[in-house]
């Protein structure tokens, strides 16, 4: 039985991504590898494989992209309650 494509990118992860998350990831893989097709369409590495290691590696930089974001709204979220104190004080 061939796993599915989710399956493989998950292993290549070496987690279960969400299916939303997933297939965000996919789609702009899938944009990113016609990109790559169209400069190079006579590459034969262009197979499903490929597609998803580019699928991991997307999903990698949007998870790392979501992480910064996040903190930089914790910080922000910080140094406003600090300014707050020390005004009222």
Do not use: N, W
Request: proline share 2%; net charge negative; charged share 35%.
């Amino acid at each position: 039985m061939d796993k599915s494509f989710k399956e493989t990118v998950d292993e290549l992860l070496g987690i279960t991504t969400p299916a939303k998350d997933f297939e965000e990831a996919e789609r702009y893989a899938i944009r990113k590898l016609q990109i790559a097709k169209e400069r190079e369409p006579d590459a034969a590495h262009y197979d499903e494989y490929y597609l998803a290691l580019l699928t991991a590696d997307v999903y990698r930089e949007m998870m790392f992209s979501r992480y910064t974001m996040e903190l930089c709204m914790a910080r922000q979220a910080v140094e406003a309650a600090g300014s707050k104190a020390t005004t009222t004080v």
